[in-house]
């Protein structure tokens, strides 16, 4: 029955996992419901073979860890995406409000069972997240109703464990009355449980004596790093044709363009007219030899901050090559925390470095970095090409890629601060994931091989405030990008100061 069950989830051979909803069922699968089989009274039939046999690829298998961080990414794509808790576990990707489309609709619908629910209602319980475990046990207690009298050996949960964490959640939240509901129903099924007994009690008593105050409406937890919560997750949310990009440049070069012309592949078409006279699209040689057979297709985004899009940057396969040279090295993101790094909810991705003697394909796509930004890469004018890599709910908070403090790592490199960033997409994505520049009010979707370019410093070296910036959390595909940050030392007569502070 259970491998009946696998084999209805991977149908398809070559499917992969980019649905969020699939990869968790997945992880939890590995971590936790294979060992409920196999450790199983019922297992008696070659109970030393299995034993054996789950052994040897027991370390190989997804931890704890991973399945928490799993859980707690599908509650990060619930938020930021404003998601109905039980349209994910029927495999719908539905705004919690009615009268908007779905943000993704995968091409085979995968549900969540009661027992995943309740665990990633566990996950947030277990944190003192009652906002996040009472939507999710909720649906697990809906789920687990539906079910009740059937039993699955891999399940780690039952109705009575889901409308004890709920009824508890409930009473943290303040809502004693249906904690008291709930509790009543436990006892219906396990008259026996004296800790819930007395936990009836005690919400009766409570409720007679009315000390109890009315519950308010559940508050999201705040996030110490998001003041500017709402506006990141409006941007997110955008429709990527809100952006001005459809993601590609199409069309021979003009014979001639002025400032104002728009090559056939440009996308600005979609942006409001008031809009259009400060923006272009252009072949750019930048006055660089190695760009004349094949000028740079530039697409200006954003005149403050200044951010432009070059199209077709990379190709497919020198996108493979660096993933592929990256992929072994790849290990847990981590963030300038003071004068130390140090790992953070708020940045959830794996990264590698690279060096331009790695492989050809590197100091080449190096070359071309110099080419199009006009600066200086020579060490230590510039920074390795780190390689990110971000999965299931992967993102990055609002964040400055230059340093706001003197005491932060980056000086170490005692080449200044990061003038420049350029960041190149190496895939596409189904949904979610682009890169939302908070202040300046736009986001930009991921387009595959288009590299994306903002300066960091004014051009007196202070730190432009209107470069914040977020990734936002990928809701279904593999997102892998590849950054290359530029410091200001070197680049002193490539781009000189200006008597205008604000320039």
């Known amino acids: 029955r259970f491998y009946e069950k696998v084999q209805a989830l991977h149908q398809d051979p070559e499917a992969s996992v980019d649905n969020p909803l699939l990869a968790f069922s997945l992880i939890k699968r590995l971590h936790s419901d294979w060992p409920h089989i196999i450790y199983s009274d019922e297992a008696t039939e ?176 705040n996030g110490t790093r998001l003041q500017s919560r709402d506006a990141y997750e409006e941007l997110c949310q955008r429709p990527a044709g809100q952006v001005g990009l459809a993601g590609g440049c199409h069309g021979p070069p003009p014979p001639l363009l002025s400032p104002l012309s728009h090559p056939p592949w440009s996308s600005l078409s979609q942006l409001a007219p008031e809009h259009l006279p400060h923006l272009s699209c252009s072949y750019e040689t930048n006055s660089s030899p190695y760009l004349l057979l094949q000028p740079a297709k530039k697409e200006i985004v954003q005149i403050r901050p200044y951010v432009a899009l070059y199209h077709d940057f990379i190709s497919d396969a020198e996108a493979e090559t660096i993933k592929g040279l990256a992929g072994p090295w790849l290990q847990r993101s981590v963030v300038a925390s003071g004068e130390k790094q140090q790992k953070a909810e708020y940045r959830i991705s794996k990264s590698a470095w690279l060096k331009d003697t790695a492989d050809p394909v590197v100091r080449v796509l190096e070359q071309r970095i110099a080419a199009v930004t006009g600066l200086d890469l020579r060490p230590p004018y510039a920074e390795y090409l780190q390689v990110v890599n971000y999965g299931l709910g992967g993102h990055y908070e609002p964040h400055f890629d230059h340093a706001t403090s003197r005491k932060s790592p980056l000086y170490r490199m005692k080449s200044g601060n990061r003038i420049a960033t350029v960041m190149i997409y190496l895939s596409a994505v189904e949904a979610g994931g682009s890169t939302a520049f908070i202040y300046a009010n736009f986001s930009v979707p991921v387009v595959k091989n288009a590299a994306l370019f903002w300066w960091n410093l004014r051009r007196n070296g202070d730190g432009d405030e209107d470069t914040l910036h977020a990734g936002c959390p990928v809701l279904a595909g593999d997102k892998w990008v590849a950054n290359k940050w530029i410091h200001e030392h070197g680049q002193e007569f490539r781009r000189p100061c200006s008597t205008d502070p604000q320039d």
């Open 46 to 221: 070659n109970t030393q073979a299995l034993h054996a046999g789950f052994k040897e690829v027991e370390q190989e298998l997804p931890g704890a860890e991973d399945l928490d961080g799993a859980a707690r990414a599908l509650m990060r794509l619930q938020d930021v995406y404003a998601l109905s808790v039980k349209g994910m576990a029927n495999g719908v990707f539905q705004r919690a409000d009615a009268g908007h489309p779905p943000l993704y609709s995968p091409g085979r619908r995968i549900s969540l069972s009661a027992d995943d629910c309740f665990h990633v209602g566990k996950v947030a319980y277990d944190t003192g997240d009652y906002y996040h475990s009472i939507a999710w046990l909720e649906e697990a207690v809906s789920l687990f109703r539906l079910s009740y009298g059937s039993w699955n050996p891999e399940d780690r949960s039952s109705l009575e464990d889901a409308l004890d964490h709920l009824a508890f959640s409930y009473f943290m939240a303040g809502n004693i009355s249906h904690a008291l509901t709930l509790s009543r129903e436990f006892l219906h099924y396990d008259p026996s449980n004296q800790r819930v007994v007395k936990n009836v009690a005690k919400y009766k008593k409570l409720l007679e004596t009315g000390m109890v105050a009315s519950a308010g409406p559940l508050q999201r937890p």
